[in-house]
C-alpha cells in the first residue's frame, strides 16, 4: 500500500496494483480485490500507450476469472491480445492468451476450446522463464480434463511441479501436486496410495500451519478416502 501510495508514475502505481489484487485473493478479502481491480480499470487511460496498457488489462482478465466472471476476463484478455497483435508484443500476447484460455475453461460451452489453446501455451511459457504461467497452465489442464492414460497424467503432474517448483510456487508445488498424485492413485484403484499422497501433502504443505480457506487443503478430499476406507474414526 505504500507502494502504491507513493508511486511517482501510472506504471509504478499499477505494478503495486497488482501484486495488491494477488495478495487480497490470497487473504480472501473479495471486496478488496474488487476495488483494486477497478482502480486497475481507471488507471488504463493514465498508463503509456502499449506494452503498459495492455498489461493492466491482461491483470484485470486475471482478477476476473478469479472472481468467477469468465465473461468479463475473456473480454478484458481479447483488448490485451488486440494491442499485443497490433503493437507486436509477444510476451503480452503469451500472458492474454494464457488468461483467455484459463477463463475460456470455467465455462463448459468453451471449456474444449479453452484446454486446447492452453495445450498450445505450455512450451511456449517454459521457453520463456514464465514458470508461475507454466505451472497454472498444466495445473488447470490435469485438473479440469486429465489426460486419458493415468501415465500421461502423472507426466504433467510432474512437469507442473518442477514449473512450479522454479517458481517457489508453493501452493501448484505441494498442495495441488499431492492432490493430483491422489488422483492418478484412484484412477488405477489404489486407495491406500491415493491416501498416503495426500498425508504426504498435509505433512509439506506450510499453508496448513496457517488460519484461513487454504488452511488444510486436502481435509475434504482425505476424509472422503477415509469413508471409503472405513476409517470412520
Do not use: C
Request: hydrophobic share 45%.
Amino acid at each position: 500500500r505504500r507502494w502504491r501510495d507513493r508511486a511517482a508514475t501510472a506504471t509504478d502505481r499499477a505494478d503495486a496494483l497488482y501484486l495488491m489484487i494477488r495478495l487480497a485473493w490470497e487473504a480472501d478479502e473479495h471486496e478488496e480485490m474488487e476495488e483494486l481491480t477497478r482502480e486497475v480499470e481507471r488507471l488504463i487511460a493514465e498508463l503509456p500507450p502499449g506494452a503498459d496498457q495492455a498489461t493492466a488489462m491482461t491483470a484485470v482478465a486475471q482478477s476476473e476469472t478469479l472472481r468467477d466472471d469468465p465473461e468479463a476476463a475473456i473480454a478484458w484478455a481479447d483488448r490485451a491480445l488486440a494491442l499485443a497483435d497490433e503493437l507486436g508484443l509477444p510476451g503480452v500476447r503469451l500472458s492474454a492468451m494464457v488468461e483467455k484460455g484459463l477463463a475460456m475453461t470455467e465455462r463448459p460451452s468453451t471449456a474444449a476450446e479453452g484446454h486446447a489453446i492452453l495445450s498450445g501455451l505450455v512450451e511456449e511459457a517454459e521457453k520463456a522463464g514464465e514458470w508461475v504461467m507454466a505451472a497454472r497452465i498444466l495445473n488447470d489442464l490435469v485438473q479440469g480434463v486429465p489426460p486419458t492414460s493415468p501415465a500421461e497424467h502423472a507426466e504433467l503432474l510432474e512437469r507442473m511441479r518442477i514449473d512450479a517448483e522454479r517458481a517457489g510456487f508453493e501452493s501448484l508445488a505441494v498442495a495441488a501436486y499431492f492432490q493430483g498424485r491422489a488422483r492418478v492413485a484412484v484412477r488405477e484403484g489404489d486407495l491406500p496410495a491415493a491416501i498416503e499422497a495426500l498425508e504426504l501433502g498435509r505433512d509439506r504443505d506450510r499453508g496448513y500451519l496457517r488460519r484461513g480457506r487454504w488452511a488444510d487443503y486436502h481435509a475434504v478430499f482425505l476424509a472422503g478416502l477415509y469413508l471409503e476406507e472405513g476409517r470412520h474414526d
